[in-house]
């Protein structure tokens, strides 16, 4: 019997709506909170978890659609697109190497790399210069310093976190509709 590839598009799309909205629920109400300017959150477990299944494109819009929505249903200041964008190019660079790239590198490359790529490149020096747009344009590289110690708590939490699902992973991938 041949599978309705519609209705599975549709199964698809349902489930990264959802991660989408975990997504949200993690980076608006859940944030781990260390200091006043040392703020974690748990945003990108969705994300890899739709990267991971279902590659780069999946993992962008997920990633930008948790970022619009958020930024517009929870505002914490005034819109701005960099942020999104951003944020797609994250979730992409998670499909590329937790996806695509699965079977031709080894595990802790697939995941160091857009780690490191999406904390200390977009998110430490692409963010932070939309931050200082935001704010104050003068004081790029007093954003850039002082964010820089929450990357490296972000990025080794990023890594052991994101190690330990491409453990788990595997074995609930048969309950997502047209992994591959």
Same mark, same amino acid.
């Given at each position: 019997?041949?599978?309705? %590839?519609?209705?599975?598009?549709?199964?698809?799309?349902?489930?990264?709506?959802?991660?989408?909205?975990?997504?949200?629920? &993690?980076?608006?109400?859940?944030?781990? $909170?260390? @200091?006043?300017?040392?703020?974690?959150?748990? $945003?990108?477990? !969705?994300?890899?978890?739709? *990267?991971?299944?279902?590659?780069?494109?999946?993992?962008?819009?997920?990633?930008?659609? /948790?970022?619009?929505?958020? /930024? &517009?249903?929870?505002?914490?200041? /005034?819109?701005?697109?960099?942020? @999104?964008? @951003? #944020?797609? =190019?994250?979730?992409? &660079?998670?499909?590329?190497?937790? %996806?695509?790239?699965?079977?031709?590198? %080894?595990?802790?490359?697939?995941? *160091?790399?857009? $780690?490191?790529?999406?904390?200390?490149?977009?998110?430490?020096?692409?963010?932070?210069?939309?931050? #200082?747009?935001?704010?104050? #344009?003068? #004081?790029?590289?007093?954003?850039?310093?002082?964010?820089?110690?929450?990357?490296? =708590?972000?990025?080794?939490?990023?890594?052991?976190?994101?190690?330990? &699902?491409?453990?788990?992973? !595997?074995?609930?991938?048969?309950?997502? !509709?047209?992994?591959?």
């Amino acid at each position: 019997m041949k599978k309705n %590839h519609k209705t599975f598009t549709l199964r698809k799309l349902i489930v990264c709506a959802m991660l989408a909205a975990l997504a949200i629920i &993690l980076d608006r109400f859940v944030p781990i $909170t260390f @200091t006043e300017s040392l703020k974690v959150t748990l $945003t990108f477990v !969705p994300v890899v978890v739709a *990267a991971s299944f279902y590659g780069p494109v999946e993992g962008a819009v997920v990633w930008g659609i /948790a970022d619009l929505l958020g /930024a &517009l249903m929870f505002p914490r200041g /005034a819109y701005f697109p960099g942020f @999104t964008v @951003t #944020s797609a =190019i994250k979730g992409a &660079l998670f499909g590329i190497f937790l %996806h695509t790239l699965r079977e031709k590198m %080894h595990v802790v490359p697939r995941v *160091a790399i857009p $780690t490191v790529i999406n904390n200390f490149i977009i998110g430490l020096v692409i963010d932070t210069f939309w931050i #200082s747009i935001l704010y104050d #344009s003068n #004081s790029y590289l007093g954003y850039f310093v002082s964010r820089i110690p929450q990357f490296i =708590i972000i990025s080794v939490m990023n890594v052991v976190i994101i190690m330990i &699902l491409e453990k788990i992973l !595997p074995s609930i991938k048969k309950y997502a !509709p047209e992994v591959g």
